[in-house]
């Protein structure tokens, strides 16, 4: 058995949404921003990162599912862009429903639990909305 990794399968998923991921660009990074593309920061992208272990259901079980919170960082140049996108990701978290591919792990459902807080990081001065969502996923990875 292959235990899937969330923030993957999370990522594989977002890019399945042609919307947001037409409006980022596909630009969909896991636990931060990558050194390749600080250069071309501020501009439309999604970081996906995590927020916190299993909690809930499955997490002192043996089922394969589990509990976990992420926070995505919807990034743009101006404050409302980045606003705009928190929306299209709150639209694509909310659809999921028993939602899995190939080589991935499964996702059940997502709800917000915080945000969206739009603000700038203090360090790099770049605009982002950040929101936080629990998410239901499936721990085995599908053939």
């Known amino acids: ?17 042609s919307s947001l991921s037409t409006e980022v660009g596909g630009r969909v990074f896991g636990e931060e921003v990558p050194s390749t593309e600080t250069n071309s920061m501020p501009r439309k992208c999604l970081v996906l990162a995590s ?10 079980s043996n089922m394969d599912v589990g509990n976990i919170r992420i926070a ?3 990034y743009a140049s101006e404050l409302y862009e980045a606003r705009a996108i928190d929306r299209m990701v709150y639209e ?7 939602w899995s591919a190939s080589g991935q792990g499964g996702l ?3 709800v917000q639990e915080s945000g969206p ?3 700038r990081d ?12 629990g998410l239901m996923t499936g721990e085995v990875v599908h053939a």
């Open 72 to 74: 995505v960082r919807s």
């Open 117 to 119: 807080f739009v603000i």
């Open 1 to 17: 058995m292959t235990v899937a990794d969330p923030i993957t399968t999370l990522r594989a998923y977002l890019l399945t949404v």
């Open 51 to 60: 927020s916190g272990g299993r909690m809930g259901l499955g997490a002192a």
């Open 122 to 133: 203090p360090d790099t001065q770049w605009p982002f909305a950040l929101s936080t969502y």
């Open 92 to 98: 694509a978290m909310t659809a999921i429903s028993r």
């Open 108 to 110: 059940h459902y997502a």
